[in-house]
Nanobody
């Protein structure tokens, strides 16, 4: 069992940066693949970025490529999402997710087993 807790969200202006953190408790993260999803009001939850258990492979949705970076520190049981050059369309609740084992990347919410409670990111224009 893995518990995930996100932090780092907030209200920022266009062009600002935020770093989201996801702290895991319970089992080690070292064999878990992770992802960040987001859900804006009235929209479906979408994958933002994913990373394999060892951090070797990553995936980004086109709208965040070059602006967001996903990373993880298995020793600290942490997953991060560095978000730069934020835009109003990035406004959403951001969720951390995990699944095991994961040497591959997974792209849909149904493929992830563990979820955090979400953290709100609001980008004003």
């Amino acid at each position: 069992q893995v518990q995930l807790v996100e932090s780092g969200g907030g209200l920022v202006q266009t062009g600002d940066s935020l770093r989201l953190s996801c702290a895991a408790s319970g089992r080690t993260l070292s064999t878990y693949g992770n992802a960040w999803f987001r859900q804006a009001p009235g929209k479906e939850r979408e994958l933002v970025a994913a990373i394999t258990w060892n951090g070797v492979r990553t995936y980004y949705v086109d709208s965040v490529k070059g602006r967001f970076t996903i990373s993880k520190d298995n020793g600290k049981k942490m997953v991060y999402l560095q978000m730069n050059s934020l835009k109003p369309e990035d406004t959403a609740v951001y969720y951390c997710a995990a699944r095991s084992p994961s040497s591959s990347l997974y792209y849909t919410a149904d493929e992830y087993v563990y979820w955090g409670q979400g953290t709100q990111v609001t980008v004003s224009s």
